[in-house]
């Protein structure tokens, strides 16, 4: 149910950040030409929480000091209240691939602002199924996510599309990432994992997303994990609109339901 709407909200410009630096027109215009007409909005990048509303109407606009800003238009499905202090966006600062792009099994995204970009491909160094993306994410206090997609698997439905994935799960490609994200995140103080994959559910693509800890991913079974969440999100189908976020829950040793869209 629409709360508020705002019109013209910059959620990136070309002035200098928090950290520094200044992005050109030019990024903002190949953005805006990749920008959906209608996008949902995210509380603080985080794609496990419940979606506070959405945006629309995306164009470049030149503001009063010069600069410019990429704005939109938001209508909340809920207040927002208090604790938001501004509005950003997320983009792909590089990537790198230690094998042949096409034949990578899962992409790892990870914030260059809360991880040593060097130290993290000398992690993943030789692993030839992984694709590491750096974040650029702008104007918030990031959370400490690693998010591993899972790209080698043609389509979205179908029972072998599930058993792909899961062999995936099992494979050493994957035994490798995991060893290198729990490296990675041993001496951080909560760091969390999230695993994410689009199916097909009852004529619908919708995104699953497992969220697991950084203490208890080492030893967590994704396979397992994964054909639990399906079966999840099947039940929920009727309510899902394009994701739903399950976690894992350490005492329990099984997923548990979080928030859909």
């Given at each position: 149910m629409k709360?508020?709407?705002?019109?013209?909200?910059?959620?990136?410009?070309?002035s200098v950040d928090a950290y520094g630096e200044k992005l050109p027109?030019?990024?903002?215009?190949?953005?805006?030409?990749?920008?959906?007409?209608?996008?949902?909005?995210?509380?603080?990048?985080?794609?496990?929480?419940p979606v506070i509303g959405k945006m629309t109407n995306p164009r470049i606009v030149k503001m009063e000091n010069g600069e410019f800003a990429i704005v939109v238009d938001i209508e909340y499905y809920r207040d927002p209240g208090t604790?938001?202090?501004?509005?950003?966006?997320?983009?792909?600062?590089?990537?790198v691939s230690f094998g042949p792009p096409e034949k990578a099994n899962f992409q790892v995204y990870y914030d260059y602002?809360?991880?040593d970009t060097n130290r993290v491909i000398r992690e993943f160094?030789?692993?030839?199924?992984?694709?590491?993306?750096?974040?650029?994410?702008?104007g918030l206090e990031n959370p400490d996510i690693i998010t591993v997609a899972i790209t080698g698997v043609l389509g979205?439905?179908?029972?072998?599309?599930i058993k792909k994935i899961t062999d995936l799960l099992i494979s050493d490609g994957y035994k490798s990432l995991k060893e290198s994200i729990c490296r990675l995140v041993i001496d951080r103080q909560k760091p969390r994992i999230?695993?994410?994959?689009?199916?097909?559910?009852?004529?619908?693509?919708?995104?699953?997303?497992?969220?697991?800890?950084?203490?208890?991913y080492q030893s967590t079974n994704d396979a397992i994990l994964f054909e639990e969440a399906?079966?999840?999100?099947?039940d929920k189908r009727n309510q899902i609109k394009n994701r739903i976020s399950l976690y894992y829950d350490s005492d329990d040793h099984g997923l548990k339901y979080s928030s859909h869209y």
């Open positions: 709360q508020k709407t705002v019109i013209g909200q910059p959620i990136i410009t070309t027109l030019e990024v903002l215009q190949r953005i805006l030409e990749n920008h959906p007409d209608e996008v949902e909005l995210n509380d603080s990048h985080d794609l496990t929480k604790g938001y202090t501004g509005f950003s966006i997320s983009l792909v600062r590089d990537s602002h809360d991880y160094s030789g692993n030839q199924v992984v694709i590491l993306s750096g974040l650029l994410r702008r979205t439905s179908g029972v072998l599309v999230l695993i994410e994959r689009n199916v097909d559910l009852d004529g619908k693509d919708v995104k699953i997303i497992i969220e697991v800890d950084g203490k208890s399906y079966r999840l999100a099947w």
